[in-house]
């Protein structure tokens, strides 16, 4: 079936340097697209949003880009800092009145100071 | 902002009994929640969506009979793992939404069956 993935698991950065974390989808009905950092043992942390008639969207040290002609999407770290550390995943709403949200593999983001 | 309790935060139980996990919305009424399980180093796997007052909408492979799922009122949806057995350990979150496109997760319950 369609799902939500990543290319890469683990990310290492240093300190202030930038960061871009990647993720591929599948499903082209998708219109509204999320990134979440989950801390350990946590719930998933709210950070970015986007939806499918943008392809840009900027926040607080945080971009995210969206390329729907690949159905490609990534979030940029600006400044990463040791407290970015977490995992972070892409998620997609599928589509239906429900609004489901489809979460991919997720990366590993450290941050070495 | 919108904020969703769960708890227990962590429970440990025996083979073979039951846990319910409760998740509330305390400052808004939830439309639909949704129920996600997540094994270590791994994603988040929606197990099922509920909405207030019908039954809940299992994803393929959940056993509804295992995952009973309560959704009685717009604030709170239960999860119970009847009959828990060790393979059930794992991390469970809850999601509220609110009929648009805003999520607000529970910060989840690490259950562990011994």
């Known amino acids: 079936g369609e799902s939500v993935g990543l290319h890469l698991p683990t990310l290492s950065v240093q300190e202030g340097d930038n960061s871009i974390i990647n993720c591929a989808y599948s499903?082209?009905?998708?219109?509204?697209f999320i990134w979440y950092k989950q801390e350990s043992g946590k719930g998933p942390q709210f950070i970015i949003d986007?939806?499918?008639?943008?392809d840009k969207r900027q926040g607080q040290r945080v971009t995210v880009l969206l390329n729907k002609t690949v159905k490609h999407l990534s979030l940029q770290i600006a400044a990463t800092q040791p407290g970015d550390s977490a995992v972070y995943f892409c998620a997609e709403n599928s589509g239906g009145s429900n609004y489901k949200l489809t979460f991919g593999k997720g990366t590993l983001l450290t941050v070495n100071p | 902002g919108a904020v969703v309790s769960q708890h227990p935060s962590w429970v440990i139980c025996k083979s073979g009994t039951s846990v319910k996990i409760e998740c509330r919305s305390l400052?808004?009424?939830?439309?639909?929640m949704f129920w996600y399980r997540q094994f270590p180093k791994q994603s988040l796997m929606l197990m099922a969506t509920s909405n207030e007052g019908s039954k809940a909408t299992y994803e393929q492979g959940v056993e509804k009979d295992k995952f009973l799922i309560n959704h009685a009122s717009l604030t709170l949806s239960t999860l119970t793992v009847t009959s828990a057995h060790p393979e059930d350990s794992s991390f469970y979150i809850c999601?509220?939404?609110?009929?648009?496109?805003?999520?607000?997760f529970g910060s989840g319950t690490r259950l562990t069956v011994v």
């Open positions: 999601s509220a939404n609110q009929g648009d496109y805003g999520y607000t």
């Open positions: 986007i939806r499918s008639n943008m």
């Open positions: 400052d808004f009424q939830a439309t639909t």
């Open positions: 499903n082209s009905a998708s219109d509204y």
